[in-house]
T-cell receptor, first 108, second 117 residues
Framework: GDQVEQSPSALSLHEGTGSALRCNFT?????VQWFQQNSRGSLINLFY???GTKENGRLKSTFNSKESYSTLHIRDAQLEDSGTYFC??????????FGAGTRLKVIA | DPKIIQKPKYLVAVTGSEKILICEQY?????MYWYRQSAKKPLEFMFS???????DNQTASSRFQPQSSKKNHLDLQITALKPDDSATYFC????????????????FGEGSKLTVL
């Protein structure tokens, strides 16, 4: 079936530093979406991409549909960035497959 | 104001009983979805509907039955509850995917956390 491999599974960052999260897809996906799940369990939309790169503040995401991967870059990490980040790939009409998530902890 | 309303936020049920999870969206979307998140698995796709028609079903068990009385409602009935059904159930909606830029973008409700004893 459709698979999404997300890495790393966990990440610790000091405030002010940055890193990248990655999702690899086993089949061609139409689009990808990135979410942050906060401590209350709410899923917050970060990006939706059918191709290319989008940037919003300290976050930037890229989707390369030909090479079947997407990345989420976080720079200048802040304490409030802590949470679990998920990618979700649009595998077909009306179906999205989620990665296992990256648990991010930002340390002061 | 929340645009996707899920009720109840928390519920506890006994094994063998039946519960209905409510979802209403006020985003004007045609497509609605149910996802499940448990401690053991990541967010797991269950169902998708568009214009009240079932589009995809990845739930093996017939104990899970979506019910759509209106285009902006998609409830989830769960019968013969088991402890393994304990999870947070998320409702989501989107415009019809593939109909234009960003139409497939998912928006999630706050979830209904179900505990089965």
């Amino acid at each position: 079936g459709d698979q999404v491999e997300q890495s790393p599974s966990a990440l610790s960052l000091h405030e002010g530093t940055g890193s990248a999260l990655r999702c690899n897809f086993t089949t061609t996906m139409r689009a990808v979406q990135w979410f942050q799940q906060n401590s209350r369990g709410s899923l917050i939309n970060l990006f939706y991409l059918a191709s290319g790169t989008k940037e919003n503040g300290r976050l930037k995401s890229t989707f390369n549909s030909k090479e079947s991967y997407s990345t989420l870059h976080i720079r200048d990490a802040q304490l409030e960035d802590s949470g679990t980040y998920f990618c979700a790939a649009e595998a077909g009409n009306y179906k999205y497959v989620f990665g296992a998530g990256t648990r991010l902890k930002v340390i002061a | 104001d929340p645009k996707i309303i899920q009720k109840p936020k928390y519920l506890v049920a006994v094994t063998g009983s039946e519960k209905i999870l409510i979802c209403e969206q006020y985003l004007g979307h045609n497509a609605m979805y149910w996802y499940r998140q448990s401690a053991k698995k990541p967010l797991e796709f269950m169902f998708s509907y568009s214009y009240q028609k079932l589009m995809d079903n990845q739930t093996a068990s017939s104990r899970f039955q979506p019910q759509s009385s209106k285009k902006n409602h998609l409830d989830l009935q769960i019968t013969a509850l088991k402890p393994d059904d304990s999870a947070t159930y998320f409702c989501a909606s989107s415009q019809d995917p593939g109909q234009g830029a960003d139409t497939g973008q998912l928006y999630f409700g706050e979830g209904s956390k179900l505990t089965v004893l």
